[in-house]
């Protein structure tokens, strides 16, 4: 199954720079994050979690 758990938070940096990871929540339930965001402070760049499931792809510069 995947889902965003808060344990996950642990062990998961930004793909990036290898920094830490704040957890913004929008939506949750009793273990799991349903919609958020995880941000790296370092890199101000913000990675969406919808439907529980984190999108840590790093973002390019292409994207317009």
């Known amino acids: 199954e995947r889902v965003m ?3 996950l ?6 793909p990036v720079c290898k920094g830490d990871l704040v957890l913004s929540v929008a939506e949750e339930n009793d273990e799991e994050v349903l919609e958020g965001t995880l941000r790296c402070a370092a890199c101000q760049v913000d990675y969406p979690i919808n439907e529980g499931i984190p999108n840590l792809l790093p973002q390019t510069a292409c994207e317009d």
């Not at 938070?9 to 930004?14: A, P």
Request: proline residues 0%.
């Open 5 to 7: 758990r808060k344990n």
């Open 9 to 14: 938070m642990e062990i998961l940096c930004c």
